[in-house]
């Protein structure tokens, strides 16, 4: 991983995100940041020396599967699924479903699929795929500020806190970085 002052950088972010309790698309685009810190070090770290790549990423995507199947250790300590922010998402009106956008891509009903079905730590991944395409909608502009919009951030950004928390408690790379810059903070 990378040196221990970079390290700090995902945290302060998170740190920053946790400021905005009821601001949650800044808090989710504050997580975002940090999260795709993590991804874009794991995609660097995974060059070989004479900076080309070990592994071939694609796109974004792959990246982002790529990093959640390597922390998944950490990330499954974090049970999203028990949450009323995953059932949301997953099951309720204003969440994502299946059939009713025409701009939802095809990974994204293959996850919403998946995590329909079934309720366990490999299915990790697909959530943050269905994270990332509410990133991809909010930051592009495809996200408005009306309530259902605004309730599907919310619950995006519940989730994603989430993970970065668990992911960050326990992950020796993080851990006494998160307990010297984060403290005992309870998220309250």
């Known amino acids: 991983m990378s040196s221990a002052r970079d390290n700090k950088i995902p945290i302060e972010w998170y740190k920053r995100g946790l400021k905005f309790k009821r601001d949650h698309i800044t ?3 504050m997580h975002w940041i940090a999260f795709n810190w993590l ?3 794991y995609r660097k770290m995974n060059r070989n020396n004479n900076g080309k790549k070990k592994h071939n990423y694609n796109d974004e995507k ?6 959640v199947n390597n922390k998944i250790m950490y990330l499954k300590k974090y049970n999203a699924y028990s949450t009323d922010a995953y059932d949301k998402i997953i099951n309720r009106e204003g969440g ?38 509410i990133r991809c909608n909010l ?17 995006a950004s519940v989730i994603l806190e989430g993970y970065l928390e668990a992911l960050f408690k326990n992950d020796s790379d993080f851990k006494e970085l998160y307990k010297e810059i984060i403290g005992e903070h309870n998220n309250s």
């Open 27 to 29: 808090k989710f685009m």
């Open 39 to 41: 991804y874009s070090e």
């Open 62 to 67: 792959e990246c982002i599967e790529k990093y």
């Open 96 to 133: 994502i479903r299946e059939g009713t956008n025409g701009d939802i891509n095809d990974y994204v009903i293959e996850a919403y699929r998946k995590l329909k079905n079934r309720r366990n730590s490999s299915n990790v991944k697909y959530l943050f795929l269905i994270i990332y395409q």
């Open 139 to 155: 930051f592009h502009g495809s996200k408005s500020l009306n309530e259902s919009d605004v309730k599907l951030v919310e619950w």
